[in-house]
Nanobody, 119 residues
C-alpha cells in the first residue's frame, strides 16, 4: 500500500506565496511521476503541474510562470512553489503519485490541502 500526504496549505493574501509539500511512502517499487491537481467549488479537478521520473515538467497555462514543481526523488517528495497567488487559485490542492510495481501502474491520491487566497 502507498500513502500520499500533502501539507502546506493555508490562507494567504493575493500576491503572496505558499509552498505545498507532498510525500509518498509505503510499498513503492518505482514512482514514474507525481503531480498536483486542484479543485475549486463547483468545478472539476484540474491538473496544474506534473513532473516525471526524468524531471520533465508540465504546467497548466493558468499557473505557468507563477508556480514551480520540484522533486526530491530519493525522498519520494514533490513540492509546489506558488508565487503571485490570485483569488482564483483558491481550491483544494491534491497530490498524486503514479507508481509501478514491476507489473502494473497505479495512481495514488492524497487527501488534499486547502489553499485560500484573499483579495
Amino acid at each position: 500500500q502507498v500513502q500520499v500526504v500533502e501539507s502546506g496549505g493555508g490562507l494567504v493574501q493575493a500576491g503572496g506565496s505558499l509552498t505545498l509539500s507532498c510525500a509518498a511512502s509505503g510499498s513503492i517499487f518505482r514512482i514514474n511521476g507525481m503531480g498536483w491537481y486542484r479543485q475549486a467549488p463547483g468545478k472539476q479537478r484540474e491538473l496544474i503541474a506534473s513532473i516525471t521520473n526524468s524531471g520533465s515538467r508540465n504546467y497548466a497555462d493558468s499557473v505557468k510562470g507563477r508556480f514551480t514543481i520540484s522533486r526530491e526523488s530519493n525522498k519520494n517528495t514533490v513540492y509546489l512553489q506558488m508565487n503571485s497567488l490570485k483569488p482564483e487559485d483558491t481550491a483544494v490542492y491534491y497530490c498524486n503519485a503514479d507508481t509501478w510495481d514491476g507489473r502494473a501502474g497505479y495512481r495514488y491520491w492524497g487527501q488534499g490541502t486547502q489553499v485560500t487566497v484573499s483579495s
